[in-house]
């Protein structure tokens, strides 16, 4: 009983609700979209915004922002693309990748720890400066004729047509939420976002983890980056363009707020998921897929707006409540004379 | 508190001279690279491809001094591109009429933004992510309704539109004049009005300006219709300079947009700028950008100069405002 309450208390149901409501409506109108064939080629679509959700929520965790992740993918994606395709091994191609990826978002957290700038300038900057630099690295061209081995990898099938990389998703989100629900080291993150002064006063190395933030969160969008590649299977110098506003917008989604310390990456899985099914949904309402970013801009400021509201209503009800006992309190203090 | 007034200007006059003095440099640097920049014709034919920057950063000012961002202009020069487009082609209205519709249609744009921001609390930033995913898709939507091709674009506007980008008066063009226009307009409003000290003081300190009497929200819901006005203007002016009316026009524009406010010495928490600074780093970014052109580097990678003179900018005006900072620069200096 008392997880069944927890879990309606959590925020990431209203999300999965959302998501779930999302499915049936469409399903009413079309049941064909409720087969579980396609369902799960739904979750194929999403599992490059999920890494980078999940990415992205240790950096608003910290209630920092990261507007570079489409370009750091990007650049990324370029670097393991360029090496697949001149046949280095596929081992050294991703932890290149990686490397550009922890490189990327070690510069974005020494900007934003060590020289005070504000995270959504500095990473508004070097989204420009990443993506200029993979014009510099492709020379505008586009990165194909890889390897189909590596192409295959994102073919590769598990329970009729789930892609075997959206249950590594899972598992990663599954230890990542751990990480940061159970350990004092993952709790961290929660704690600076929430109350930066007060985490700094009881020992917290808020700058440290801040950066560590911004270190992981590149990370993420290199691994986002490899199944990017392997899944489109070529690379241009627009690549991952967007991304960004897409993993913003799945974390917000998913019931992660902006200003830090509320949220879990649970919750981001969610947020991408829904992102990567609208064109989906629309094309089962046989609507245009142009319809896309006027679903999510919809979508977006609607979850975001009612947050706000039940949020506020419920701070409201919080006081009314606590002054309701306070006048109590007297009445009964007045009884006893 | 008059004495306080002085220096504070004394120092952003300084901060402009500095600004001016980059850009006399910039000219003459990019001068010896290029003789050919130096022709008149160049440099005022050049405007054509930052106007709508500097127009749209005169605006932005007022809502990052009221402490907010505004990340959507670029979906709305996109969306006024396609409404004015497809308001000429397919209704069959006259030009300038559609452009007021279209300009009407930038102002609802960013009221509603605003509405949001003010009046929900939530994040300016979140608001105008979604507006921006809104207004770019309701660009594809109006596309949609009309009966030309998206990637084509609509085409073919009458002489006297086209005369906004291509004509001129007494040898000055005509955008260069609507820009000065605009600069006077806003520095007046911001800068002479109640209205602009309203703006300053929302920026400075909500909550006492609440408790002061100012009406804190709709004064910073207006800031947002601003922004979108002036979105639509550029999207006017770059509709009527490239001769097509697109629906992703002014998709990249965020940073460029941001920079100049930032360059131009608007502070990101509020409270502090002006607009004179914004239009004259605007204009800073454009001749760096079209003089980095000239000199022959692609201009896919102009995005890097203008990313890393945003975080220059950002460093040098963090660091120095950093009282740890400031003492040890001053101990050193002394020791010298």
Redesign the interface.
């Known amino acids: 009983m008392n997880v069944v309450k927890k879990l309606f208390k959590a925020r990431e149901i209203s999300s999965f609700l959302c998501l779930l409501a999302m499915f049936l409506l469409v399903g009413l109108v079309n049941p064909s979209f409720l087969k579980p064939q396609n369902i799960m080629l739904c979750f194929n679509g999403s599992i490059v915004y999920i890494l980078i959700a999940v990415g992205m929520a240790f950096v608003i965790l910290t209630g920092e922002?990261d507007c570079s992740i489409g370009a750091q993918l990007g650049l990324a994606a370029a670097v393991c693309a360029t090496f697949l395709k001149n046949e280095a091994p596929w081992g050294v191609a991703i932890l290149l990748a990686l490397l550009v990826g922890l490189v990327c978002g070690t510069i974005n957290g020494f900007?934003v720890t060590v020289?005070?700038?504000?995270s959504?300038?500095?990473t508004?900057?070097?989204?420009?400066?990443y993506?200029?630099?993979i014009?510099?690295y492709t020379q505008?061209k586009w990165v194909e004729n890889l390897p189909a081995g590596f192409k295959g990898l994102a073919q590769t099938n598990i329970f009729g047509n789930l892609c075997w990389f959206f249950v590594m998703d899972l598992v990663i989100m599954l230890l990542v939420f751990l990480y940061l629900r159970k350990t004092r080291h993952g709790k961290r993150f929660a704690a600076v976002g929430d109350n930066e002064m007060g985490a700094d006063l009881i020992g917290i190395p808020v700058a440290r983890t801040k950066m560590l933030a911004f270190i992981i969160c590149g990370a993420f969008s290199a691994l986002g980056a490899v199944l990017y590649v392997s899944r489109v299977g070529f690379v241009t110098?627009i690549s991952g363009n967007g991304y960004e506003?897409k993993a913003?917008?799945a974390c917000?989604i998913g019931g992660i707020s902006?200003?830090g310390g509320v949220g879990t990456v649970a919750g981001a899985t969610i947020g991408g998921i829904i992102m990567a099914s609208i064109s989906r949904l629309l094309v089962f309402l046989k609507i245009?897929s142009?319809?896309?970013?006027?679903?999510?801009?919809?979508l977006?400021?609607a979850i975001?707006?009612i947050d706000?509201?039940a949020q506020?209503r419920s701070v409201e009800k919080a006081r009314r409540e606590r002054l309701a006992a306070r006048v109590t309190e007297t009445e009964g203090g007045a009884d006893h004379e | 508190m008059n004495n306080f007034g002085k220096t504070m200007k004394s120092k952003l006059l300084s901060w402009e001279m500095l600004l001016v003095v980059v850009l006399v440099l910039e000219i003459i640097i990019f001068g010896q690279i290029n003789p050919r920049f130096l022709r008149i014709n160049v440099l005022m034919g050049s405007i054509n491809d930052f106007i709508s920057i500097c127009v749209i950063s005169l605006f932005v000012t007022f809502v990052m001094i009221t402490g907010g961002i505004d990340i959507q202009a670029g979906s709305i020069i996109g969306l006024t591109s396609i409404t004015v487009g497809m308001l000429w082609q397919d209704k069959g209205l006259n030009i300038w009429v559609a452009a007021i519709f279209a300009i009407v249609v930038g102002l609802l744009c960013g009221l509603l933004s605003g509405f949001f921001v003010a009046y929900t609390g939530v994040q300016p930033m979140v608001v105008t992510l979604g507006g921006s995913f809104l207004y770019s898709g309701l660009a594809l939507a109006v596309v949609n309704m009309s009966s030309s091709e998206a990637y084509e674009g609509i085409g073919g506007f009458p002489e006297s539109f086209m005369k906004l980008s291509s004509g001129n008066v007494a040898g000055i063009p005509n955008q260069l004049i609507i820009f000065i226009a605009l600069i006077i307009i806003s520095y007046i409003l911001l800068h002479k009005t109640k209205y602009g000290r309203y703006v300053f003081l929302c920026g400075v300190n909500p909550s006492a300006s609440e408790y002061s009497g100012i009406r804190v929200k709709p004064i910073i819901m207006s800031t947002y219709g601003l922004s979108g006005m002036s979105a639509s203007i550029a999207g006017l002016i770059l509709t009527s300079y490239l001769g097509s009316a697109k629906s992703d026009l002014g998709a990249t524009y965020t940073l460029p947009i941001i920079t100049a406010v930032v360059l131009g010495g608007t502070s990101n928490t509020g409270g502090k700028g002006g607009v004179i600074g914004t239009a004259i780093a605007a204009v800073v970014i454009g001749i760096l950008k079209f003089g980095l052109n000239m000199s022959g580097m692609p201009s896919q990678y102009l995005d890097i100069p203008v990313g890393i003179l945003l975080i220059v900018v950002l460093t040098f005006r963090m660091t120095s405002s950093n009282p740890a900072v400031v003492a040890k620069f001053k101990k050193l200096t002394g020791k010298k």
């Open positions: 922002i900007g020289l005070h700038i504000p959504i300038i500095m508004l900057g070097t989204n420009g400066i993506r200029g630099l014009y510099v505008g110098a506003m913003i917008a917000v902006l200003s245009s142009d319809y896309d970013n006027t679903i999510t801009g919809i977006l400021i975001v707006v706000s509201l506020r």
